[in-house]
């Protein structure tokens, strides 16, 4: 798992738009990313029309936000077009960026063992470094509690 200080791997990822995005596309600006299990399920619809809701102060604070699952840019568009969602969501269909941001684990539900996306977050700095983590994310309220986090961490 990564940690505070650890450089931020990069990444190169279609969005629901189908437009690939990358970290070192943020390059120089400060950059939330946060990782979610799957699209429409509650937990995940309640964390992503936050994000929604304050994607302006995240803009005029100058900070990038993005939510990466596993599914498809199809699903993503499905998603984002039933709940009217703004915050930019990255397909990674093959997990790697999961992989390389450690978020993946084992989940255990009626005796079935399978692996998931752990609820995380991350807060990258300008210069590509990790700040902030959180693993095992509640959704409800996350998005005002980051932004003024990462305010906090841009004006000391």
């Known amino acids: 798992m990564l940690q505070v200080g650890d450089k ?13 995005r990358s970290l070192s596309d943020c390059a120089g600006q400060w950059f939330l990313l946060y990782f979610y299990p799957k699209d429409d399920t509650p937990g995940c619809t309640i964390q992503a029309t936050d994000f929604t809701d304050m994607l302006d ?39 790697e960026m999961c992989n390389a941001y450690g978020v993946m684990h084992e989940k255990e539900k009626d005796g079935v063992k399978k692996e998931g996306i752990l609820r995380s977050t991350f807060v990258i700095d300008p210069e590509g470094i990790i700040r ?3 693993y095992g994310v509640a959704p409800k309220g996350h998005a005002a509690k980051m932004l003024e986090l990462i305010k906090d961490m841009m004006s000391a």
């Open 132 to 134: 902030y983590v959180e």
């Open 8 to 20: 931020a791997p990069d990444f190169s990822l279609p969005s629901a738009d189908m437009q690939m």
């Open 57 to 95: 102060g995240y803009t005029r604070a100058g900070i990038h936000v993005a939510g990466v699952s596993a599914d498809s840019c199809y699903d993503h568009q499905a998603f984002r077009d039933k709940y009217g969602l703004t915050v930019s969501l990255l397909a990674d269909i093959d997990k």
